[in-house]
């Protein structure tokens, strides 16, 4: 048999996914599954690009380039569900429904999600049997569900082995000790007592209007003399509409960024978002636009400790449509995509950008993204990122891009969105 690839899909993807959709359901045509119920399971090219780029977790399995069979997670409540699944009629009975449904597992357990969960028409024998050997036991019954179809509900309870292992393990050392180091160092609890949010970024123009929308004033927290890797350089704390609000400028870099947040969680921050630049793949992108990345792709040395073995981690579903309405409401252009993590600056090629490109990304950076959204979802905290571009990789270095006005512009957008984007989510009952 040939070799079998399943891998995420990207938006160019669309297209091929309905297909293989209309191929496998019209065949449940006369099996008591309802012509109504069967134009509305084979979902649009439209409707399968928004989950992508929204974050959903949709896989394609792909045999010598053809796409031959799909299957979509999207997590609701700490749980995934599993919305659609099917493989092309000629490929069906080889293993590959099998492998799609065990790699939306995969990522369940990568999402730290509690159970999965699904709903099938009783006209659908080849796949419940499918199921049930999967581990997955019927919950319920649902009469004239969809469009008149009978629905059982199937759900597989998660065993949790990442989430007791991450509890479960002790650490040489710890945010706690560098607290504790702090204190005896003479500085007082209730000034490494934090709350709200945390904002990390590197741009001053950032800093700046986040000053002016947050009163922020300076402040002590935990010194680089008494911290054992390294800590923030500048650390401001204000409050936005009585919402606690920090922002620090961090050390550049994977590795130190996640001790950082683990610091900052540690100290009581719900929420810790980036807010910086990052070197766009071209396409659409323009200078002055955002970027919400919905998913992060390619090594970096920090976030695999974090659980991110697969070179894949997505972004909070609720985190990215509150930066997107933020940003929208300002007027900005905002672009949703994946991000590309890449820690050596003068060894992208073109070949690996093209790489990135045709999985969905919009951007790349050297690995902050990806471990701050492992890091976050590690610790049961909320993480996001937003962008502009300030490189565009095929175009080269160009200096001045960082004096124009729209750069600018576009870091007082950056700043007022993700102030935006925490209100709506404490609005949420999130933070």
């Known amino acids: 048999m040939e070799k079998v690839t399943v891998r995420k899909a990207c938006p160019d993807d669309a297209e091929a996914i309905h297909h293989v959709l209309a191929a496998a359901f019209c065949r449940l045509r006369g099996r008591g599954y309802s012509d109504q119920a069967l134009e509305a399971a084979i979902i ?9 780029v929204q974050g959903g977790h949709v896989l394609v399995a792909q045999v010598q380039g053809q ?10 409540h700490r749980a995934l569900h599993v919305c659609s699944a099917a493989v092309y009629p000629g490929w069906q009975g080889r293993g590959i429904a099998r492998r799609l449904m065990e790699a939306l597992a995969d990522i369940a357990r990568q999402r730290r999600c509690r159970k999965l969960w699904l709903q099938t028409a009783w006209a659908m024998t080849e796949a419940i049997a499918l199921y049930r050997r999967l581990g997955y036991q019927q919950e319920g019954y649902q009469p004239s569900q969809f469009y008149g179809e009978d629905f059982l509900v199937f759900g597989k309870v998660l065993e949790g082995r990442e989430r007791k292992a991450e509890e479960g393990r002790e650490w040489l050392i710890t945010p706690e000790q ?7 160092a003479g500085l007082d609890v209730e000034a490494l007592r934090l ?10 123009a950032v800093v700046d209007r986040l000053g002016e929308l947050c009163t922020l004033e300076d402040a002590r927290w935990i010194s680089p003399l008494y911290h054992p890797y390294t800590t923030a350089e500048i650390v401001q704390r204000g409050e936005f509409q009585s ?15 996640a001790c950082l947040v683990e610091d900052l969680v540690t100290c009581g921050v719900q929420a810790v978002f980036l807010v910086c630049a990052a070197w766009s793949l071209g396409g659409q992108v323009q200078f002055g636009d955002l970027i919400v990345p919905t998913f992060c792709l390619g090594p970096d040395g920090a976030s695999i400790h974090y659980g991110n073995d697969s070179g894949y981690i997505s972004a909070n579903p609720a985190v990215i449509e509150a930066l997107v309405a933020a940003c929208r409401e300002r007027g900005a252009t905002v672009h949703v995509g994946g991000n590309a993590s890449c820690e050596a600056l003068y060894r992208i090629s073109p070949q690996m950008a093209e790489g990135f490109r045709q999985r969905g990304c919009l951007c790349m950076e050297n690995g902050e993204a990806s471990t701050l959204l492992a890091v976050t979802r590690t610790l049961g905290a909320l993480g996001g990122v937003l962008f502009q571009p300030y490189i565009e990789l095929c175009r080269g270095w160009d200096p001045s891009r960082l004096q124009d006005e729209s750069y600018q512009a576009a870091c007082r957008l950056q700043a007022e969105a993700v102030l935006e984007a925490s209100i709506r989510l404490r609005g949420q009952g999130l933070l």
């Not at 649009?44 to 992508?52: A, F, K, M, T």
């Not at 709200?196 to 590197?202: D, P, R």
Request: aromatic share 2%.
């Open 44 to 52: 649009s090219p439209e409707e399968i690009s928004r989950r992508i």
């Open 67 to 76: 796409i031959v069979g799909t299957a979509t997670g999207l997590e609701e």
């Open 178 to 184: 560098t607290l504790l180091a702090t204190r005896k």
């Open 195 to 204: 709350s709200g949010v945390a904002i990390l970024t590197f741009s001053k």
């Open 243 to 257: 919402l606690g609000v920090t922002v620090l400028v961090p050390p550049m870099g994977a590795s130190p960024l």
